[in-house]
């Protein structure tokens, strides 16, 4: 069975930092990353990375966010520097699966909030 959970939300001032994690588990994952959902507004890429290390922004945050992996243990992090209060959304954790029994298959997780207050 598939399972992400993220962690590492929060409230922080702008101009702060704030590092999301989230571990897979169940499958095999590629690739994983990280959207966000802004109240009002539809859900959006932030960053994916894949299993090799290519790795894909929003050009809203090139620049002040950093995604990486650890394949050993499915695990990908986003490290959010310099934050805005545009960045105040609900962040999902996002792979695709490529085990047996979920060959292909999106998944999301349950949403971590960050907040940032000007």
């Known amino acids: 069975q598939v399972q992400l959970v993220e962690s590492g939300g929060g409230l922080v001032q702008a101009g702060g930092s704030l590092r999301l994690s989230c571990a897979a588990s169940?499958?095999?994952?590629?690739?994983m990353g990280w959207y966000r959902q802004a109240p009002g507004k539809q859900r959006e890429l932030v960053a994916t990375?894949?299993?090799?290390?290519?790795?894909v922004y929003a050009d809203s945050v090139t620049g002040r966010f950093t995604i990486s992996r650890d394949n050993a243990k499915n695990t990908v992090y986003l490290q959010m520097n310099s934050l805005k209060p545009d960045d105040t959304a609900v962040y999902y954790c996002y792979t695709r699966s490529w085990g047996a029994g979920a060959y292909g298959m999106d998944y999301w997780g349950k949403g971590t909030l960050v907040t940032v207050s000007s």
């Open positions: 169940g499958s095999i994952f590629n690739p």
């Open positions: 990375i894949t299993s090799s290390g290519s790795a």
